[in-house]
T-cell receptor, first 114, second 114 residues
Framework: GNSVTQMEGPVTLSEEAFLTINCTYTATGYPSLFWYVQYPGEGLQLLLKATKADDKGSNKGFEATYRKETTSFHLEKGSVQVSDSAVYFCALPHSGAGSYQLTFGKGTKLSVIP | ETGVTQTPRHLVMGMTNKKSLKCEQHLGHNAMYWYKQSAKKPLELMFVYSLEERVENNSVPSRFSPECPNSSHLFLHLHTLQPEDSALYLC?????????????FGNGTRLTVT
């Protein structure tokens, strides 16, 4: 079935530093790819998505490009803020007809210090 | 406000207790989910309901019993739990049949089994 592998962290950065969180996937076909974020004390929320190869998803200064050549969907932000401290999850639909399941990576905890 | 409300936010129960978790969504979605989030483990899908019918059950122990009385409400009934069941339980909803419909999560119930 489809799967994702993301760097586990934790990642600690100073404010205004550049962020990259790596995510690679294994999939049948070309499924949509997602990044979810979980702030402390909250559930997950969709951060961005890309639906086909070479698509770039973006939101709140974060970007990720769907690259089929390298089967990657790395999350990037040019200048992180303290408020970006959270856990980030890469995800894609589980394979199989009729499956409603999203397969999530293990999550990467980001801490941004002033 | 995520549109998905879970109660209670925190729950402590003994192994012989019976309790229920509640989830309500105000988004008009037709599918609802229970996920278990444990430290250092990937998110685990427990149950999926679509149009109030259970469509997936990922071999969850029978001490967890879901109930979906209508498309807006979802319950997880708990009895004779084990300490390893302590985790964050997340409810989510989505619109099945809508391409790339993302999951909308509640803020979770933090369960501690003593």
């Amino acid at each position: 079935g489809n799967s994702v592998t993301q760097m586990e962290g934790p990642v600690t950065l100073s404010e205004e530093a550049f962020l990259t969180i790596n995510c690679t996937y294994t999939a049948t076909g070309y499924p949509s790819l997602f990044w979810y974020v979980q702030y402390p004390g909250e559930g997950l929320q969709l951060l961005l998505k890309a639906t086909k190869a070479d698509d770039k998803g973006s939101n709140k200064g974060f970007e990720a490009t769907y690259r089929k050549e390298t089967t990657s969907f790395h999350l990037e932000k040019g200048s992180v803020q303290v408020s970006d401290s959270a856990v980030y999850f890469c995800a894609l639909p589980h394979s199989g007809a009729g499956s409603y399941q999203l397969t999530f990576g293990k999550g990467t905890k980001l801490s941004v210090i002033p | 406000e995520t549109g998905v409300t879970q109660t209670p936010r925190h729950l402590v129960m003994g192994m012989t207790n019976k309790k229920s978790l509640k989830c309500e969504q105000h988004l008009g979605h037709n599918a609802m989910y229970w996920y278990k989030q444990s430290a250092k483990k990937p998110l685990e899908l427990m149950f999926v309901y679509s149009l109030e019918e259970r469509v997936e059950n990922n071999s969850v122990p029978s001490r967890f019993s879901p109930e979906c009385p209508n498309s807006s409400h979802l319950f997880l009934h708990l009895h004779t739990l084990q300490p390893e069941d302590s985790a964050l339980y997340l409810c989510a909803s989505s619109q099945q049949g809508q391409y790339n419909s993302p999951l909308h999560f509640g803020n979770g119930t933090r369960l501690t089994v003593t």
